[in-house]
């Protein structure tokens, strides 16, 4: 029973909620409110897809959310509908180019410079929230191409196009996991760092690869949110990185690193996504939507850490 409560803990508490929230209002369940939450949901699930993987390296990743909005930013300055200064494709491009060159960088100074993920990924959350305000003079950047919204404002088969972009993420990330040479080295690097570099793995270059990976997936939510909202401010993606965090960490990786899937971290984001959204419809303040949600992340490290001990 320990075992199943383990490994299928989280799909039962999800299924739970679902029942939990249609008990209360039956209007939880319909086809609108689901697309609804699944669009929500796909924003920090991207997110925390790069985030697993920073985090099962043993490393934390802290500046996800102002490289989203440096991305974003960037990105629709390209595109504005009075004067383009490229063409969509190359300016979304180029945002998920800055992204990965962000986390790039974050990787490099964690493992040349021999710096604690937790305060390089802190200045990297200053520097590039302080580089959005500066490149939009503090102001945000509205009229954007019609074309660019239809990123994250347009339907395909009535489905949301974010939708099917946290569905190609979803493959990719887990094909770089489960069935790479690259996902088999980030899961030894760290389950024992010390063992992985002696039988020969490249260690560095692993960190550098998942907190590019997690640069670029900011940078691609950035996108996505400022072709909804047809407009990118510099304050854009504040507290991200810690709902991207808790979506991980809920879904069973563990903190400690060497541990963690992706489809755990999508389950784990439905979960926030799917609490959110039920509170909303029950008129639960937001204020104790934060403090639910603390405690819900509390509750899931606290598991982890039994586990781990057990």
């Known amino acids: 029973m320990r075992k199943i409560v383990s490994k299928y803990g989280i799909y039962f508490a999800f299924i739970v909620l679902c029942i939990f929230f249609t008990m209360f209002n039956s209007l939880f369940l319909t086809p609108g409110n689901i697309i609804n939450i699944l669009r929500q949901v ?11 993987m920073v985090i099962i390296t043993g490393g934390i990743d802290l500046s996800v959310g102002s490289i989203l909005a440096l991305a974003a930013v960037v990105t629709a300055s390209l595109v504005k509908a009075d004067a383009p200064l490229t063409s969509m494709p190359v300016a979304v491009l180029a945002g998920l180019l800055l992204g990965a060159f962000c986390g790039f960088l974050n990787g490099l100074f964690i493992t040349k410079g021999r710096l604690a993920p937790f305060i ?59 069935w790479t040479r690259t ?18 793995i490249k260690a560095n270059r692993v960190k550098i690869f998942v907190y590019s990976f997690s640069g670029c997936m900011a940078a691609l939510v950035g996108i996505i949110l400022s072709a909804r909202l047809n407009s990118a401010a510099p304050v854009l993606g504040s507290g991200y990185e810690l709902d991207a965090i808790a979506a991980s960490v809920i879904g069973g990786t563990s903190m400690d690193g060497g541990r963690g899937f992706i489809i755990g971290t999508l389950v784990g984001a439905l979960i926030i996504g799917t609490i959110s959204n039920g509170l909303d419809i029950l008129n639960v303040s937001a204020y104790w939507q934060q ?20």
């Open 291 to 310: 403090i639910i949600k603390g405690i819900i992340i509390l509750v899931a490290v606290i598991l982890d850490r039994r586990k781990e001990s057990a």
């Open 120 to 178: 390089v990924t802190m200045v990297m959350m200053t520097v590039a929230r302080g580089a959005a305000q500066l490149f939009t003079k503090g102001r945000p950047v509205t009229g954007l191409l019609p074309s660019y919204d239809f990123i994250g404002a347009g339907f395909f088969l009535r489905i949301p196009i974010p939708v099917y972009i946290l569905a190609f993420v979803l493959i990719i990330s887990s094909f770089i996991l489960g």
């Open 183 to 200: 996902g088999r080295y980030i899961y030894a690097v760290g389950g024992n760092e010390a063992s992985a570099i002696a039988s020969g």
């Open 42 to 52: 796909s924003f920090n699930a991207i997110l925390a897809m790069g985030m697993t």
